[in-house]
């Protein structure tokens, strides 16, 4: 979505509505699959989340995926079906970290 460079429109934010910290993407489904984490400006350990077990997939509809905040490799994979806005989300639940991705709209 970005190449990994730091962008303020992907600035995770409270939006009202979502739950967690979310930021919300255009992305095309003859570009899929997308892969992703979040992460800070340095990649800081605590602050560096993919995915906690493998195989870190998101499909629209799936369950949300919880995340390792020290990760190094492990990137998410999103698998998009149809072109449109995504919101992205970081949701702290429980004593752990999730992503979770949905398509905004029809």
Not at 7 to 33: K, M, N, V
Request: net charge neutral.
């Amino acid at each position: 979505m970005n190449d990994y460079a730091v962008s303020s429109q992907y600035l995770l934010r409270h939006i009202d509505g979502a739950e967690g910290l979310c930021a919300d993407s255009p992305l095309r489904a003859d570009w899929t699959p997308y892969r992703f984490k979040f992460a800070d400006a340095a990649w800081s350990r605590g602050s560096n989340y993919g995915y906690a077990d493998p195989p870190g997939v998101i499909r629209q509809g799936s369950a949300d995926v919880r995340l390792n905040g020290n990760s190094r490799f492990e990137e998410l994979t999103l698998h998009v079906d149809k072109d449109g806005i995504y919101r992205f989300c970081l949701i702290e639940r429980g004593g752990s970290s999730y992503a979770r991705v949905t398509r905004l709209g029809k």
